[in-house]
């Protein structure tokens, strides 16, 4: 079956960096693109960033455009987000996402806390 596994979360000071990963199995990885999304306590779940399946296309929410960067490893059948300039804000849990049977599969998320 589908599985996402994110990993690399943390508690970070403001400006900091962070790189988190996810690692997909049960289907073929580099066949599909994938995504991030974060979900902050009381909100709801919202778009992060994407990746075309061989990594040629990236979008990004306004909100992190020039501060994350998505990329992937089809060798590794591992996505990855870069993050940096960290902010408040960006506190959330944060989850993988692809939909290679044609609805969406998600990981368990990992946690993102920005605070001094």
């Known amino acids: 079956q589908v599985q996402l596994v994110e990993s690399g979360g943390g508690l970070v000071q403001p400006g900091g960096s962070l790189r988190l990963s996810c690692a997909a199995s049960g289907f073929t990885f580099s066949n599909y693109g994938m995504k991030w999304y974060r979900q902050a306590p009381g909100k709801e779940r919202e778009f992060v960033a994407g990746i075309s399946s061989i990594g040629a296309i990236t979008n990004y929410a306004e909100s992190v455009k020039g501060r994350f960067t998505i990329s992937r490893d089809n060798a590794k059948n591992t996505v990855y987000l870069q993050m940096s300039s960290l902010k408040p804000e960006d506190t959330a849990v944060y989850y993988c996402?692809?939909?290679?049977?044609?609805?969406?599969?998600w990981g368990q998320g990992t946690q993102v806390t920005v605070s001094s």
């Open positions: 996402n692809a939909r290679p049977r044609g609805y969406d599969s």
